[in-house]
């Protein structure tokens, strides 16, 4: 559903006030673009719920700060990856393997990419895969090729070096390539 820039406005203001139905319409309006963004980052369905409902609860605390003339999905997306991160890191039990010269070369994976070879997957198939990886493998794969962060970003976000987040990419990578082959496979 999509809204004119005066009504979400005048939505956001009623968040600002603390109201209510202000707050369920944009949860309303937000919950099934938001929901698969916290699906890339966690290990279960009530998990992602749980993350969703984490960063609403951020939303509506920090809604006095969003810019009016700024995309408001982009800067609630914002928060819910934020927070998604912040997920992450409390439950890190996975150390990050720091060893930039395990990084493999990539192009193994672009030939992943080509669209003919994996089409009889669906979307659920690959998001299995990428749920399936380690905490560590997922994250930075969610990161970088989900949300487009570059890996100094993501070793800021996650107080790694930037070789970790390099080598956890191409192992998630070479994870993901093997995993949704062995599916095909079963087809």
Not at 110 to 124: C, V
Not at 147 to 166: R, W
Request: charged share 30%.
């Amino acid at each position: 559903m999509k809204l004119e820039q005066r009504e979400l406005e005048r939505i956001v203001d009623g968040c600002k006030a603390k109201n209510r139905a202000s707050q369920q319409k944009i949860y309303e309006l937000l919950y099934s673009k938001m929901l698969p963004v916290c699906y890339r980052y966690a290990r279960s369905t009530d998990e992602a719920k749980d993350m969703l409902q984490d960063g609403f609860i951020k939303v509506f605390e920090k809604i006095e700060q969003y810019n009016v003339g700024g995309s408001f999905e982009g800067w609630v997306r914002r928060i819910i990856v934020n927070t998604a991160i912040d997920a992450y890191r409390k439950n890190k039990k996975e150390v990050f393997i720091d060893d930039e010269s395990r990084i493999k070369d990539n192009s193994d994976w672009e030939d992943m990419e080509s669209e003919s070879e994996y089409a009889g997957l669906s979307i659920n198939d690959i998001v299995e895969a990428m749920q399936s990886l380690s905490p560590a493998y997922q994250t930075v794969f969610n990161l970088y090729v989900m949300e487009g962060y570059t890996h100094q970003e993501i070793a800021d976000e996650l107080e790694i070096n930037i070789g970790t987040s390099k080598s956890n990419l191409a192992k998630a990578k070479a994870n993901m390539k093997t995993m949704l082959t062995d599916k095909l496979n079963r087809l």
